[in-house]
């Protein structure tokens, strides 16, 4: 009599195996949980584009919060300058920092991220910050720097050195870089640390970091930009980006900063007034070190789909021991127990 529900049982593990399938196919095709994390960076930062030869100068003031800007090299007529490159007009122009204001509104601010891999950032987790990010928000003022004024390819020899020689502002400003969604952050520039301090960036280069500002308020940056010439003399340049974080902060007041003394740029010293703290936005600094959002999710949602599917595993298995045993006792009624054999236990081993 076993014989008669030989098929049913060849055909029920299968029927678990198709059920199993099916709900974690539907889980792993399932979407992901929105998340606030910004998209994944480049891998270094860098960007592709191409500047005009010919792209001019540009004179007034003007507050930037918008948009594509660089900091650059600039080389005409013999003189070496820094620029700011405006790609916020059509077309692109290059204008003087000191006509420049770059404006970051309450939209940047993010949590620092509770992961130790963020502890250079010197603040405790989920305190709100600014944040320029490495990969464009379009929120957010996006600020790079690029080395690809075609004059200047012409004239150096192999990159400029960007140094980082003063911050002066309520707080401090951390620059760094993140590789994908795994790298380990890549601090370029930290302004509690001592100064200056130096970046090597290549010629033909256009990157984009990761800028943090800890609080709202005015902030001064000097940079200053050197290379050797392909001619074998040595140019360099300064100039310094005048940043206004927060709604609150006034551009004017922006313009009529200044660092104690010209041409000697200090440290962060807290010259402006700090805005009411910002509420803490909706995600990390462009993408998190570690384990990111979206990859915890991710582990999370399949390791939550495979329990489930155990325990549905587990729930059709039981019922068709029972069903069987039922059909088993029915058949054990009409006939009689097969010679030799407990009903109980008729059943092979790899169906249980």
Not at 48 to 71: A, M
Not at 224 to 251: H, K, N, P, Q, Y
Request: net charge negative; proline share 10%.
């Amino acid at each position: 009599m076993t014989r008669g529900t030989t098929p049913a049982r060849r055909g029920y593990p299968s029927r678990v195996a198709g059920a199993a399938a099916a709900i974690l196919a539907a889980i792993l095709l399932a979407p992901p949980p929105p998340l606030s994390a910004a998209p994944t960076p480049a891998p270094d930062g860098r960007q592709e584009q191409t500047v005009d030869p010919n792209q001019r100068e540009d004179t007034g003031r003007v507050v930037l919060e918008g948009g594509h800007v660089d900091i650059g090299p600039h080389y005409r007529g013999g003189t070496w300058t820094v620029r700011v490159h405006d790609d916020t007009v059509v077309p692109s122009v290059w204008r003087q920092p000191s006509d420049v204001v770059i404006r970051v509104r309450d939209s940047a601010v993010l949590p620092i991220p509770d992961d130790e891999a963020y502890a250079f950032l010197g603040q405790r987790p989920g305190t709100p910050v600014y944040v320029i990010p490495q990969t464009q928000n379009r929120d957010v003022v996006w600020v790079g720097w690029n080395t690809q004024d075609p004059r200047v390819m012409e004239a150096i020899q192999r990159g400029v050195t960007m140094k980082l020689t003063g911050v002066q502002g309520p707080g401090s400003l951390v620059v760094y870089l993140q590789s994908g969604n795994l790298g380990a952050p890549q601090v370029l520039w930290d302004s509690t640390k001592t100064l200056p301090q130096d970046l090597w960036v290549d010629t033909n280069t256009h990157t984009h970091a990761n800028w943090v500002f800890a609080t709202p308020g005015v902030y001064l940056v000097a940079l200053e930009i050197s290379a050797d010439l392909a001619d074998g003399r040595s140019v360099r340049s300064t100039g310094v980006l005048r940043f206004a974080i927060g709604d609150a902060t006034g551009t004017d007041a922006a313009f009529a900063a200044a660092f104690p003394m010209a041409g000697a740029p200090s440290p962060a010293a807290g010259t402006a007034a700090p805005s009411p703290a910002p509420s803490a936005g909706a995600g990390p600094p462009a993408e998190e070190g570690g384990l990111p959002p979206a990859t915890v999710a991710t582990v999370v949602t399949i390791v939550v789909g495979l329990v489930l599917v155990g325990v549905v595993i587990g729930v059709l298995v039981r019922g068709g021991r029972a069903k069987r045993r039922a059909e088993a006792e029915r058949a054990a009624g009409r006939t009689g127990p097969v010679a030799g054999q407990d009903t109980a236990t008729a059943w092979p081993e790899d169906d249980r």
